[in-house]
């Protein structure tokens, strides 16, 4: 049978199905309404990997020389010997006297906070081969006292007044846990040769690994002053550069 709706059953039918998309519509919205969408959590980036710190230190000089000074300190000398190796960037060990340390304290903590080493040449720069062992001991240890009172620590090199080395001077002084140390380059400043002979004689001795023999006291150091700036001069051209003893 063939079924025809009018205009306004057409009209009715129509109506009819918008109503119930509408309701179907507003039933997914209510749905919605009810069941939110669950807040998206932000995930923290991951940190950078951090590369672990470490402290770097500057490396000892492969071809070097150790200039040592002794007899100080001294109120005139040691000043100037200071000033000159601070010009040239040089680090050096000073074989300090006791009663001179007790006489100018300020200088030993001005050598020491300059970045050199101060170590032990005795009290009164006596041979350590003609004394007693209780002289021995004296003359150590009361300059220990008078340097540490200055540095903050116990000098564990010792320089034996004019090289004197013997078994009885090693077998003290290794009871009292020092090491002794003398020299391979003999400047003999000490003997006021003219600052040009002073010169030569290191430049003409020196190798790596030389300990070079000078004095900023003990008497007039004039030349070894004059001399200084050369020396140092000519050892930073042929490459080497300068460690401490500390033993």
């Given at each position: ?26 039933t ?14 932000p ?16 490396p ?26 601070a ?17 100018h ?27 007693s ?7 150590v ?70 300990v ?27 490459g ?8």
């Amino acid at each position: 049978m063939d079924v025809r709706l009018t205009r306004a059953g057409n009209r009715a039918v129509g109506l009819a199905m918008m109503m119930l998309v509408s309701a179907v519509i507003g039933t997914v919205v209510v749905a919605s309404a009810r069941s939110p969408a669950k807040p998206v959590t932000p995930t923290p980036p991951t940190p950078a990997a951090t590369a672990p710190v470490t402290p770097t230190k500057t490396p000892l000089p492969v071809k070097y020389v150790v200039l040592t000074f002794d007899d100080g300190p001294d109120v005139e000398y040691t000043p100037k010997v200071l000033d000159i190796l601070a010009q040239y960037g040089a680090k050096a060990t000073f074989f300090e006297v006791g009663q001179n340390v007790r006489k100018h304290p300020e200088l030993t903590k001005r050598i020491h906070e300059s970045g050199h080493s101060v170590q032990n040449h005795t009290w009164t720069h006596a041979d350590l081969r003609h004394l007693s062992a209780a002289a021995f001991r004296q003359q150590v240890t009361s300059t220990d006292q008078a340097i540490r009172a200055q540095i903050g620590s116990t000098p564990a090199c010792l320089r034996p007044p004019y090289g004197g080395v013997n078994p009885t001077v090693r077998q003290r002084a290794k009871a009292l846990g020092k090491d002794l140390v003398v020299w391979t380059v003999d400047s003999r400043d000490w003997t006021k040769p003219g600052t040009t002979a002073i010169v030569q004689r290191v430049l003409k001795n020196v190798h790596s690994g030389s300990v070079i023999l000078m004095h900023d006291g003990g008497g007039n150091r004039a030349q070894t002053v004059a001399a200084l700036p050369t020396i140092l001069k000519n050892l930073k051209a042929q490459g080497y550069g300068f460690r401490v003893l500390t033993c």
